[in-house]
């Protein structure tokens, strides 16, 4: 990380503590936060040079004294007006305190790149002081997108970030901005509130739920098919499944976005488009759903559109071969994937009772093309 340090108006006791050099044991001092003469800002800011000095022993002391300031040069520092550069050194070590965090949130310089460290490490508590200054959201559309993602955030909070992006016509990079900003605006948004509401309550106990069940692999899906052909909730994921049912389209947007691997499996196919969708675009989906998801006669059209159109997830050839044989998956995406299936297997879908007209008239296309040319 470079930091843009004005150094220029630091007393001559500060600007000899960060000269290279300085012996040793001087800046060893100043490392530890001794500057004789220095006020807190100004100690803090030499803390903060220090800190990525050249010399390992100086770095490696200012950054621990960093992480236990001594609470009379904290405050005077933060007392002061401090540059963006040690503003942003300082939230990498006190990310995690909310007193020193909500001071820090009252620094006329902070800046975008800061307030993103905070958003993505944000505690509950945290996310909620940095969610409450909408003007700072406006003008920092990625740290919405920040706290949005990190999992430690309320519900409540993230449903009022989307809302207030749409509210103003700011489009932020949430892999399902677009599902959740339609789903918004159909729900109620929370007014802030000190306390965890229901939604909150139910989003934090579903992650302990989550914890408690098996997770899904590429042999053992969320469903299993029942003799009519049908997919079911294997009983194992029913507490999950009934527990995801009590929430409103934007929790469970949330969850498919950020959820484990058996929510996105059971979101999936949840019957709201904006909700299978937003599954199907997590960027936490993992290859071996993919598989899983691809096989499916039960899944919508347009997820396996989206998963066909993920140049990541068809370069496995399970997963191609699943989308040509899905009789769900849209032929102009299945057309396109003919030519990479093998020839062994596309003979043999010739035969196949489980493969439609259209793709049938495909293969054979492609079989022909092949030894003509």
Known sequence: MTLDI????????????????????????AAKGIVPGAKPADSLTVLAVLSGSDEPQVASMAKATLNT???PLLEGALASTLSAGVLRVLVEHTFDNPETVERVLRQPQLNGESLEYLAERATERIGELIA????????????????????????????????????????VDITAFKEAAAAIKNE?????????????VLFNETDRLVESLPPPDIDNDTHEATD????????????????????TVT????????????????????????????AAKSPLLKENEAVLI????????????????????????QI??????????????????????????????????????TVVQAIRQQLQRKTHG
């Not at 004005?6 to 001092?29: E, F, G, V, Y």
């Not at 430690?152 to 909070?157: E, G, H, K, L, N």
């Not at 109620?188 to 909150?200: A, C, G, R």
């Not at 009519?228 to 499944?241: M, N, R, S």
């Open 132 to 171: 409450t200054n909408e003007q700072r959201m406006l003008e920092n559309p990625r740290v919405i997108e920040k706290l949005y993602m990190n999992k430690r955030v309320r519900m409540s909070t993230a449903d009022r970030l989307i809302e207030l992006a749409v509210r103003n016509g700011i489009e």
């Open 320 to 357: 191609k071969y699943n989308l040509v044989t899905n009789p769900r998956t849209p032929f102009s995406f299945v057309s396109r994937l003919v030519p990479h299936l093998r020839d062994a297997d596309l003979k043999a879908l010739l035969r196949s009772k489980n493969v439609t007209n």
């Open 188 to 200: 109620l948004v929370p007014e802030p509130t000190s306390e965890p509401t229901y939604d909150d």
């Open 6 to 29: 004005d150094t220029s108006q630091l007393p001559p006791a500060a600007q000899k503590a960060i000269d290279p050099q300085t012996p040793l044991p001087l800046r060893m001092m």
């Open 69 to 71: 300031l001594p609470k």
């Open 228 to 247: 009519e052909g049908e997919e079911v909730v294997k009983a194992t994921y029913l507490p999950l499944y009934q527990r995801i049912a009590q929430m």
């Open 294 to 317: 691809s096989s499916s006669r039960a899944m919508s059209d347009e997820v396996l559109r989206i998963i066909a159109m993920n140049r990541e997830f068809t370069r496995n050839y």
């Open 251 to 278: 929790q469970k947007i949330r969850r498919a976005t950020l959820g484990s691997a058996a929510e996105r499996l059971l979101l999936v196919r949840d019957s709201n488009r904006l909700v299978s969708a937003a």
